[in-house]
Each structure stands twice: as C-alpha cells, then as structure tokens.
T-cell receptor, first 114, second 113 residues
Framework: ETGVTQSPTHLIKTRGQQVTLRCSSQ?????VSWYQQALGQGPQFIFQ???????GRGNFPPRFSGLQFPNYSSELNVNALELDDSALYLC?????????????FGPGTRLLVL | GDSVTQMEGPVTLSEEAFLTINCTYT??????LFWYVQYPGEGLQLLLK?????DKGSNKGFEATYRKETTSFHLEKGSVQVSDSAVYFC????????????FGKGNQVVVIP
C-alpha cells in the first residue's frame, strides 16, 4: 500500500512569485486535505478536495487555490507569495464517508519565501 | 468554534520516566479525538484515536482516554525511550460539519538517555 507522497520536499521562492505543490493520495483514498504548519505551531486547515471539487475551506485568502485530478492526486497553488507563507505544507488523504476523520499525512513540502 | 488546547512548553524527561501530555478541547457535540506525532523533518503520523466518550486509544505503549466530563484526552506512556523524542499534537474531528482536523499547538518531547 503506497502512502501519501508530496513534491517537492523543499522550495525557495521570492515574494510575489507563485508556487505549485503536489500530492498523491494513499491508494484507496479519494479525499485530499491541505494544511499549513508554521514554525512551532500546529497545522491549520487550508481546504479539502473530494470528487475534484473543493469540499470545505479554512480561513485562507483566495490566492490559495487547489485542484484535484481524476486519480485523486491534488495540487495546492499559492499566488502572490508573502513572507508569512513560509511554512511546512502538509497534504493528508482519507476515504470519504464514515472513516474520513482518519487522515494520513505526507512528509510535507517546506516552503521558504524570501 | 472547535479548538484544542495543549499544555504550554516542551517536556524534557529521562529515559524510562512516565510521560503525560495534557489536552483539552472545546467542541459542539462529541468529536473524534486524535494524537499525532511528528518526528524531526517529517510529516505527521497518526498515533492513536478515540471516537466516543470513555474510549481508550492505544498504540506503541501510548494511551489516551476520551473524557467527556472534563473534555480532555491526555496522552500517557509508562516508560519513554529516546526514540519517543518528537512533537506530539492533539487534534479533534467534529461530529458534523467542516471535515477538518483542528490541532493544538503541539508539545516537544525530549527524552534524555
């Protein structure tokens, strides 16, 4: 059983640029959630995708957007990067339905914005 | 809204000592409760969970009991090892609504040989 994978592992960008992060869900999982983890903090929910549609969103501005593909993999896009966007971005997959609460996380992408 | 509060500050203890990390929550109804562990440079791993009052989650020697009366889910381990050094996060998943995990701020645990 393949776990959740994310790419790239690390990324350095400058303020104002755009970034795309990628996530492949665990086999058998059709729901993907994205979280932002600032240094020394717990993860904060960005949004969730199910059936290629956004299925819930946290308190993040519209410059954070996403996609889900037919194979359930997902992308997180961030436009107009700000210094405060520097964080570990975590993707989590889960089965939709009764056990959707059990979310399995990837290793994350560490983004540094200069 | 739903939230999780973890005790302040890192926890430093000697090998074979008893570990307790406090977690309390605020939520509508009865959420599912989780402990996740994050080793240095890695993502989060699900450690244990409990889905209803009085349930006890357990894994790898760690335990936590869902206490509705005190809205708590404290993590315990009887004898820690150096390999248990990590950051531990308490989280809840609401019974209804927003399909998201709400995390506490985490506690750094350092086990000294």
């Amino acid at each position: 059983e393949t776990g959740v994978t994310q790419s790239p592992t690390h990324l350095i960008k400058t303020r104002g640029q755009q970034v795309t992060l990628r996530c492949s869900s665990q086999s058998g999982h059709n729901t993907v959630s994205w979280y932002q983890q600032a240094l020394g903090q717990g993860p904060q929910f960005i949004f969730q995708y199910y059936r290629e549609e956004e299925n819930g969103r946290g308190n993040f501005p519209p410059r954070f957007s996403g996609l889900q593909f037919p194979n359930y993999s997902s992308e997180l896009n961030v436009n107009a990067l700000e210094l405060d966007d520097s964080a570990l971005y975590l993707c989590a997959s889960s089965p939709y339905g009764r056990d959707q609460e059990s979310q399995y996380f990837g290793p994350g992408t560490r983004l540094l914005v200069l | 809204g739903d939230s999780v509060t973890q005790m302040e500050g890192p926890v430093t203890l000697s090998e074979e000592a008893f570990l307790t990390i406090n977690c309390t929550y605020t939520a509508t109804g009865y959420p599912s409760l989780f402990w996740y562990v994050q080793y240095p440079g890695e993502g989060l791993q699900l450690l244990l969970k409990a889905t209803k009052a009085d349930d006890k989650g357990s894994n790898k020697g760690f335990e936590a009991t869902y206490r509705k009366e005190t809205t708590s889910f404290h993590l315990e381990k009887g004898s820690v090892q150096v390999s248990d050094s990590a950051v531990y996060f308490c989280a809840l998943f609401p019974l209804e609504g927003n399909n998201r995990l709400a995390f506490g701020k985490g506690n750094q645990v350092v086990v000294i040989p």
